[in-house]
Every structure is written in structure tokens, then in C-alpha cells.
């Protein structure tokens, strides 16, 4: 079965780092996109950016780059995203999706990991 | 950026009942069009892809129609796990892009 793990719920605090994880299991890992996608409290979905863990070819969104980094783990099949100063804003569910057929870059995203919940107050 | 604009914001439908959601791109996107479900708590589900083909195991009462700009997502005969959000997406151009989604709640 394919699934896409997410590492557990955060708290912290304005001007901390963080790095969340999904880890892939069920399907060759180093020959899919992986996708970020954040959600704000009861707003809608928001595509960040990608990574093909092949070779860590990496895309962002204009909307987040030099806001995050997406980055990938061959050895442990798990794809990460990283902030090095959070800001309130940042406070979001971020998931994980896998693009549906391998190696296509066009592509929808299924499945996807059950989400990481991100706060950031002080 | 292409712009996704979804109608209506909420729809409110009777069970056993027809929804019909639209979802409009800024420019094409040829039929490479996702739509996706999600529910309270949960992630979103991929229903749709290539504006037409249904997911495995997904029911029939679910299709998808159109291509280049304007899109359909019909749901023939609501079921009252059918509640939930529904929200396309583009995978034609980066950066992907979603609507804002539609709200499908009981009548």
C-alpha cells in the first residue's frame, strides 16, 4: 500500500526553525514528484512547491520561494520542509503529496499524507 | 499564474439530489484538471484527473467534464457522505494552482 507519513503536530515560537517530514513507504520513492501544500485554519489549498527525489530537482511556488526549503532523503525515502524563521503566518496544516504516475511532472496528486499541523505563537 | 475561480461558494443540496460545481482557469489548461474532496479533519482525496477519469472505486454518480477553461464536476445523486469540500486544481502549468473551493452541505 502506498502511504505517505507525516511527522507529528509543532508548536513554536516566532523566529524558530523548523524541518517536518514525510516518509514514503509502498512504491519506488526516488521516481515520483512529492508536493507541499499548506492550508491555513478554514482556508483553502495552496501548492508550495515540489521535489523529484531522483536527483532533488526542486520547484517553488513565487508564492514561497526563499520562504521555505524542500529537500529529500534517498536512504530514508522521506521528503522534508524547513523554515528557518517562522512567523505567525506561517501557523498552517501542511501536507505531503505524491504525484499520481511516476516520473510525470504533469500530474495530480494521490495519495497524500494525513497533514502536519504547524503553530507558530509566542 | 493561472487563477482557478470556483461557483458557487456553498451549495446547498437535498440527499438523493443532483450538485453541480464549475470550476473556471484564467487561461487553459487543456484537461489537465483535478478535482479533489475533503472532508472535516481529514486530507483531501483525489476524485478526478484529466478532467474525466475517475479515481479506482470511485462511484459512478461522480464525473468530471470539460476542458481548456471551464469544468464540471456533477454529483448525480447525493449521498450523505457526498458533504464535504470540493476543490479543483490545474496541473497544466507552474505553479499549480487550486480554486477556492465549493462547500456542498445538506439542504
Known amino acids: 500500500e502506498v502511504q505517505l507519513e507525516q511527522s507529528g503536530a509543532e508548536l513554536k515560537k516566532p523566529g524558530e526553525s523548523l524541518k517536518i517530514s514525510c516518509k514514503a513507504s509502498g512504491y519506488s520513492f526516488t521516481t515520483y514528484w512529492i508536493a507541499w501544500v499548506r492550508q491555513k485554519p478554514g482556508k483553502g489549498l495552496e501548492w508550495m512547491g515540489v521535489?523529484?527525489?531522483?536527483?532533488?530537482?526542486?520547484t517553488y511556488s513565487p508564492s514561497f520561494q526563499g520562504q521555505v526549503t524542500i529537500s529529500a532523503d534517498k536512504s530514508t525515502s522521506t521528503a522534508y520542509l524547513q523554515w528557518s524563521s517562522l512567523k505567525a503566518s506561517d501557523t498552517a496544516m501542511y501536507y505531503c503529496?505524491?504525484?499520481?504516475?511516476?516520473?510525470?511532472?504533469?500530474?495530480?496528486?494521490?495519495?497524500w499524507g494525513q497533514g502536519t499541523l504547524v503553530t507558530v505563537s509566542s | 499564474e493561472i487563477v482557478m475561480t470556483q461557483s458557487p461558494a456553498t451549495l446547498s443540496v437535498s440527499l438523493g439530489e443532483r450538485a453541480t460545481l464549475s470550476c473556471r482557469a484564467s487561461?487553459?489548461?487543456?484537461?489537465?484538471l483535478a478535482w479533489y474532496q475533503q472532508k472535516p479533519g481529514q486530507a483531501p482525496r483525489l476524485l478526478i484527473y484529466?478532467?474525466?477519469t475517475r479515481t479506482t472505486g470511485l462511484p459512478a454518480r461522480f464525473s468530471g467534464s470539460g476542458s481548456g477553461t471551464e469544468f464540471t464536476l456533477t454529483i448525480s445523486s447525493l449521498q450523505s457522505e457526498d458533504f464535504a469540500i470540493y476543490y479543483c486544481q490545474q496541473y497544466n502549468k507552474w505553479p499549480r494552482t487550486f480554486g477556492q473551493g465549493t462547500k456542498v452541505e445538506i439542504k
Open positions: 487561461q487553459s489548461v487543456s484537461s489537465s
Open positions: 484529466s478532467a474525466s
Open positions: 521535489i523529484y527525489p531522483g536527483d532533488s530537482d526542486t
Open positions: 503529496a505524491r504525484h499520481h504516475w511516476s516520473n510525470q511532472w504533469l500530474a495530480p496528486f494521490d495519495p
